[in-house]
């Protein structure tokens, strides 16, 4: 029976075994063709992936551009300077009356507003003052009856009129002391002997030589305080005579301080003191500053670095679209058929955010100021 079989599968193939071999290779035909497709499809996908004008095209859809300019390239001036009081916002106190200091109310660097109580005086010259008042008050009543008798009696005939001249004007002497001693009080304030020290602006206390138990003269001139309001503080800077042309009002500043080295304020020269220092040769320039936060202190040492125009023509991009690279710099640019290209330049000088070149690309150029890096690294430059 095996050998029958055997027989039957080997000796007649055509009879039993031909429409089976037929479908195998029909199928066999189908998934080769399926598979020869497949792999063509997967080729043009693969080739219009790696199409370079197809990736550079798509590098640039996130970037930003600058256009190259040819401008006057500006120049750098470095200078050394110092935080100080704004002297247009800075009042010193002092006491108008004499006496000791029986109370202080506020310490040096304390922030104080206009009206605050700073010390409280026991003053004799306050409580003299309250006696003048007084005094006063009682000349201009006698006079102000005198008055009125000799006017009366000149009227009836008993009384001359030089006498009548002679009491009007010593009652007006009398109601001018009145208003002396009281425009006095108003002007030093307080009652009885007790004098109070009130901050004439809002700010910091600055200076202080004011202690308790102090002894003071009226005619003291040493203050008791300074307040100075720091909301804008000035920059002094020095000048060389050397540079003195290149500094002009209204010149850009930027000022770094060592307490905040990452830190950078922005000005613009707003006074040239046309006075040299005799020591020192040099001529001070000011830079108003904000200070809402109140980080500036004077007194601190300041970095001013000053730009002015030049007279060089040179072509200026933002300077972070250099890519600086094996020693030498390059910029990206994107050409007419809106694809990158890689071009290295010569740098002339960095000046802030702008640099200026000598050579490499021409005014008009498109340059990448975005993502330049990790294009410069897609292209394999």
């Known amino acids: 029976?095996?050998?029958?079989?055997?027989?039957?599968?080997?000796?007649?193939?055509?009879?039993?075994?031909?429409?089976?071999?037929?479908?195998?290779?029909?199928?066999?035909?189908?998934?080769?063709?399926?598979?020869?497709?497949?792999?063509?499809?997967?080729?043009?996908?693969?080739?219009?992936?790696?199409?370079?004008?197809?990736?550079?095209?798509?590098?640039?859809?996130t970037a930003t551009f600058d256009t190259a300019k040819l401008e006057n390239a500006k120049n750098e001036l470095n200078l050394t300077g110092k935080i100080t009081f704004n002297q247009d916002q800075v009042v010193k106190v002092f006491p108008l009356v004499g006496g000791h200091i029986e109370t202080l109310k506020a310490d040096l660097g304390d922030y104080v507003r206009k009206g605050q109580v700073l010390a409280v005086i026991r003053s004799g010259d306050l409580a003299d003052l309250e006696q003048q008042a007084v005094a006063a008050r009682g000349q201009f009543a006698v006079a102000?009856?005198?008055?009125?008798?000799?006017?009366?009696?000149?009227k009836a005939g008993l009384s001359s009129q030089k006498d009548l001249v002679a009491s009007q004007e010593q009652l007006q002497a009398a109601k001018g002391e009145l208003n002396r001693v009281a425009e006095r009080r108003r002007i030093v304030g307080g009652t009885g002997s007790v004098?109070?020290?009130?901050?004439?602006?809002?700010?910091f206390i600055v200076e202080k030589s004011a202690s308790s138990g102090m002894e003071l003269r009226s005619d003291d001139p040493e203050n008791l305080f300074t307040v100075s309001n720091l909301d804008h503080v000035w920059v002094l800077a020095n000048v060389y005579e050397s540079d003195l042309a290149n500094v002009h009002e209204g010149d850009a500043a930027t000022i770094t301080t060592i307490s905040y080295p990452d830190k950078v304020f922005h000005g613009r020269i707003d006074k040239i003191f046309n006075v040299l220092d005799p020591?020192?040769?040099?001529?001070?320039?000011?830079?108003?500053?904000?200070?809402?936060?109140?980080?500036?202190?004077?007194?601190?040492?300041?970095?001013?670095?000053v730009t002015y125009a030049g007279r060089?023509?040179?072509?200026?991009?933002?300077?972070?679209?250099?890519?600086f690279d094996k020693n030498r710099n390059f910029v990206v640019l994107a050409n007419k058929e809106n694809q990158p290209v890689v071009r290295e330049v010569e740098i002339y000088k960095t000046i802030g955010t702008k640099t200026y070149l000598s050579s490499g690309i021409a005014p008009g150029d498109r340059v990448v100021t975005t993502n330049q890096l990790l294009i410069y690294n897609a292209l394999g430059s």
């Open 279 to 305: 020591d020192s040769k040099t001529l001070k320039v000011r830079v108003t500053l904000d200070n809402a936060d109140y980080r500036l202190k004077p007194e601190m040492f300041a970095n001013v670095s």
């Open 1 to 61: 029976m095996v050998w029958i079989q055997n027989q039957l599968i080997v000796g007649q193939p055509t009879k039993f075994l031909s429409p089976i071999r037929t479908g195998i290779q029909v199928l066999t035909g189908v998934l080769l063709l399926s598979g020869l497709m497949s792999c063509h499809s997967e080729s043009k996908s693969n080739e219009a992936s790696t199409d370079p004008s197809h990736r550079e095209t798509n590098l640039l859809a």
């Open 312 to 323: 060089d023509q040179r072509v200026a991009i933002p300077a972070g679209a250099v890519v």
């Open 144 to 154: 102000q009856k005198n008055q009125q008798v000799t006017e009366d009696m000149t």
């Open 195 to 203: 004098y109070l020290v009130k901050s004439p602006m809002s700010g």
